[in-house]
């Protein structure tokens, strides 16, 4: 092992911040003199609760929570989430609207309509999903039981700046790459998940926040763990929690708060995305291809000049300690994740390699 500096780029698991995975590593073995790890401990004994119910302080703190909002977590990531929005949400027949703006929604999508009616009110798929489709081009059932969006689609790095109109239609939000990178109105939420290692833990497990009226429709033969109502009831401790996650998530919070919340978040995601955008507008061997007003914050893509040139782009990186910056398949190219765990020190070593890159192969 060496000492040198790893920036990680992955779209996630993701780099989380160095001063939590310090703490983590301090308190590894003994949890405030306990003598034993948190990955040892009861999720029902009292030490765990308290780390149960700081994380709810902090979370609400962090995100202005309205009292009929419950914080659920769940294991198996967003992608439970897909088959859990429709199984509690449609299980008398109603219809529910979805945006598809890229390859999760699109993925939501599928499983949605697998498990009831399903309307799509905007695809950008025609666009390579390189932009979101004006409201007014969206065709909206007028009952819907929910309107379920991505607000920041990982893979092309394309991101909501404004929360949808969904009128008095509850919104259904996938948040994973994106969570805890802003502060936003939650009282115009439905519901609003993420899974936790993009922007605020291990994998494994999701927060889920729903109001209060949404939870207990799913129909009699939901298997329990599906059932939104069954965490709430049971504070998410109905079967062992992924105890661990949702320490660190915990730990992530604090954190946040220390970096001044959810503003300080959201002004340090656009210092880093802003410069490294800049960057690569300005250079005439980089380019991106998202359109600057739906531009995410959080994942980069950009596609060098010449194409041959990607698996000598990436070794290089990598020896200078830049890893995991391979696009996704789809895209193709490269792509930089810089989620709130990414130092701007970070961003600045990827620009300075990319400019050496392109003196010397350009
Ligand atoms: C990563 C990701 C997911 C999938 O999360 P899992 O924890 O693997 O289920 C879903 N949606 C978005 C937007 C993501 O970025």
């Not at 061997?285 to 040139?309: A, C, G, H, Q, W």
């Amino acid at each position: 092992m060496s000492d040198a500096v790893i920036y990680n780029f992955g779209a996630g698991p993701a780099m989380l911040p160095r001063e939590v995975m310090q703490q983590v590593k301090d308190e590894f073995l003994d949890w405030h003199g306990t003598g034993i790890s948190v990955i040892e401990m009861s999720h029902r004994s009292k030490e765990f609760i308290s780390i149960a119910e700081e994380a709810e302080t902090d979370l609400r703190e962090l995100l202005n929570i309205p009292n009929n909002y419950k914080v659920l977590y769940i294991p198996g990531g967003a992608t439970m989430m897909m088959s859990a929005a429709p199984i509690n949400l449609l299980a008398n027949g109603e219809t529910a609207d979805y945006l598809v703006t890229g390859s999760w929604s699109k993925k939501a999508y599928k499983e949605a309509a697998r498990l009831g009616n399903i309307n799509v009110a905007a695809d950008s798929a025609d666009d390579n999903y390189y932009s979101i489709p004006d409201r007014n081009a969206w065709s909206l059932t007028s009952d819907a039981a929910y309107l379920y969006y991505t607000d920041n689609e990982t893979i092309t790095g394309v991101e909501f700046h404004e929360i949808p109109d969904a009128g008095d239609v509850p919104l259904v939000c996938d948040m994973t790459s994106n969570f805890l990178s802003r502060p936003f109105d939650m009282s115009r939420y439905g519901i609003t998940f993420a899974s936790a290692q993009k922007n605020f833990g291990p994998a494994g497990i999701a927060c889920v926040i729903v109001r209060d009226d949404l939870i207990g429709k799913a129909g009699d033969k939901t298997p329990f763990l599906l059932d939104f109502k069954i965490y709430a009831d049971n504070d998410s401790m109905f079967n062992t929690p992924p105890s661990f996650s949702w320490y660190m998530a915990g730990l992530i919070y604090k954190w946040i708060l220390r970096q001044g919340g959810l503003v300080g978040m959201d002004n340090l995601a656009k210092q880093r995305s802003g410069k490294l955008y800049q960057y690569i507008d300005s250079s005439d061997y980089y380019t991106n291809p998202i359109p600057e007003k739906y531009r995410s914050r959080m994942n980069v893509p950009f596609i060098l000049k010449d194409d041959d040139l990607n698996a000598t782009f990436l070794s290089e990186a990598k020896q200078n300690g830049l890893i995991e910056l391979k696009g996704h398949r789809s895209v193709g190219g490269m792509r930089a994740s810089i989620y709130n765990g990414m130092p701007m020190e970070g961003i600045d070593a990827l620009i300075s390699f990319m400019q050496d890159f392109k003196e010397k192969h350009g």
